[in-house]
T-cell receptor, first 120, second 112 residues
Framework: GAVVSQHPSWVICKSGTSVKIECRSL??????MFWYRQFPKQSLMLMAT?????????EQGVEKDKFLINHASLTLSTLTVTSAHPEDSSFYIC????????????????FGPGTRLTVL | QKEVEQDPGPLSVPEGAIVSLNCTYS??????FMWYRQYSRKGPELLMY????GNKEDGRFTAQVDKSSKYISLFIRDSQPSDSATYLC????????????FGTGTRLTVIP
């Protein structure tokens, strides 16, 4: 099946620093990648949608200047949390969509393993 | 009111028990109903999905959708310790991720 990887799986940083998280589709080309945030005991919340070669589309309430997304190739998207603060501590999950015209949810998106960010 | 409501649990059952997981929703436009399984510190994986109303069975798992009640269920028969995970329901009116709504997830532990 389609595999999506994330790196790093776990990162601790100091408040005020920036952290970059990578999301890669390993065995398919992803026309679209999605970034989610999951706080403990809460739902996955979509942060932004990124298409290769174009600017990301952010969901309402997500600061685009704080969460920089770059989708430079069909297999790589990066999320940079700039000037991180303790309230940014969360589980960040990406997903990748291999097809432009999915026929079912099984084709729509594949999730990465997530990155746990802790900001001290 | 949240779009999707799910009891976060936790839920503990003995091995072999039948597990019932449920979600309710408020948006009548939802057509796709998914169940994801998420192991600790891992991303979600799609377990099952149904389109519109009805039942779907896959091995020990059965998904049910009752659109009239805006209520969906996932049943796990003969539960195994390996079923211990968080189960998230998700719903959408289409196939795009930007209209995919997740429940909070129910943490399930199957005790040997």
């Amino acid at each position: 099946g389609a595999v999506v990887s994330q790196h790093p799986s776990w990162v601790i940083c100091k408040s005020g620093t920036s952290v970059k998280i990578e999301c890669r589709s390993l065995d398919f080309q992803a026309t679209t990648m999605f970034w989610y945030r999951q706080f403990p005991k809460q739902s996955l919340m979509l942060m932004a949608t990124s298409n290769e070669g174009s600017k990301a589309t952010y969901e309402q309430g997500v600061e685009k200047d704080k969460f920089l997304i770059n989708h430079a190739s069909l297999t790589l998207s990066t999320l940079t949390v700039t000037s991180a603060h303790p309230e940014d501590s969360s589980f960040y999950i990406c997903s990748a969509s291999p097809l432009a015209g999915a026929l079912s949810p099984a084709d729509t998106q594949y999730f990465g393993p997530g990155t746990r960010l802790t900001v001290l | 009111q949240k779009e999707v409501e799910q009891d976060p649990g936790p839920l503990s059952v003995p091995e072999g028990a039948i597990v019932s997981l449920n979600c309710t929703y408020s948006n009548s436009a939802f057509q796709y109903f998914m169940w994801y399984r998420q192991y600790s510190r891992k991303g979600p994986e799609l377990l099952m999905y149904t389109y519109s109303s009805g039942n779907k069975e896959d091995g020990r798992f059965t998904a049910q959708v009752d659109k009239s009640s805006k209520y969906i269920s996932l049943f796990i028969r003969d539960s195994q310790p390996s079923d211990s995970a968080t189960y998230l329901c998700a719903m959408s009116s289409g196939l795009g991720a930007n209209n995919l709504f997740f429940g909070t997830g129910t943490r399930l532990t199957v005790i040997p």
